[in-house]
């Protein structure tokens, strides 16, 4: 396995100094041995931190993913008569209508939920913003981490898995990682389902924002990378006015 020295990687430009490109240390898995360098636009992987955008973006896939199925039934809605159950004075009760009042055990449900949809809505633009703000926080700190584009083990055996990532401090104790492929990768995914609490494994297309800044670092193969980087990229992309013919 490799040492500390070897994991070490390149300091990060401040995102005050002057833009330049992003050096990044490509590392074979799992030894984790310098490959080779690569570079990235500043504005993909060197952002200054905007928790604002960040916490919208977490806010709207949180919105997304809420069912808003719960359902109750109003008292037009339950089955019974609609008999007053018994003489409005004279009892000495409080008066009360039909069985299927609220006030009643097995009446309708007062102001109860119904089926809504709770998905909020963010700029194409702020969201892919809020993309690239995460893996640019990631990398800063050092815990970017990528690795070429066959991030596999050779066992599917959560013990091997353990192994890896506790000589890597990839683990539990500190922190947990995500690891994110560019497809599924069959040993990897199988023994994160007995070692999850060491952390996660997701394609591409399964990640989201909140998912790259929940755990202790982000382990990912560089065709992940640049997916994701060329799908949030509209913000980048200037506009072509059209140029009106006279007729």
């Keep these: 396995m490799a040492s500390d020295s070897v994991f070490a990687v390149p300091t ?36 200054p931190l905007r928790r604002d955008i960040l916490h919208r973006a977490v806010i709207y896939e949180g919105d997304k993913t809420r069912q808003g199925t719960a359902s109750t039934k109003w008292r037009d809605e339950i089955h019974g008569s609609g008999r007053k159950m018994r003489p409005q004075k004279g009892t000495g009760m409080a008066r009360i209508g039909d069985k299927k009042s609220p006030s009643i055990k097995g009446g309708g449900i007062a102001f109860g939920p119904k089926p809504r949809d709770f998905s909020t809505k963010l700029p194409r633009k702020m969201y892919d913003l809020a993309w690239r703000t995460a893996l640019s926080y990631r990398y800063r700190k050092g815990e970017l981490i990528v ?11 959560s013990s091997y898995l353990r192994s890896v990532l ?8 500190d922190g947990r990682c995500l690891m994110v492929t560019d497809s599924p990768r069959g040993n990897l995914f199988e023994a994160f389902e007995a070692a999850g609490e060491h952390g996660r494994a ?46």
């Design 166 to 173: 506790n000589a890597h401090r990839w683990g539990h104790a």
């Design 12 to 47: 990060p430009r401040s995102p005050h100094t002057p833009a330049g490109p992003v050096l990044t240390t490509i590392y074979s898995f799992p030894s984790l041995e310098p490959l080779r360098f690569d570079q990235y636009p500043p504005s993909h992987l060197n952002l």
């Design 202 to 247: 997701l394609t591409r297309d399964d990640v989201d924002v909140k998912n790259l800044l929940e755990l202790g670092r982000v382990v990912i193969e560089k065709a992940a990378l640049d997916g994701i980087l060329r799908d949030h990229e509209s913000d980048l992309v200037k506009r072509q006015h059209r140029t009106r013919v006279p007729a």
């Design 147 to 157: 690795v070429e584009d066959d991030l596999d083990i050779e066992s599917a055996e």
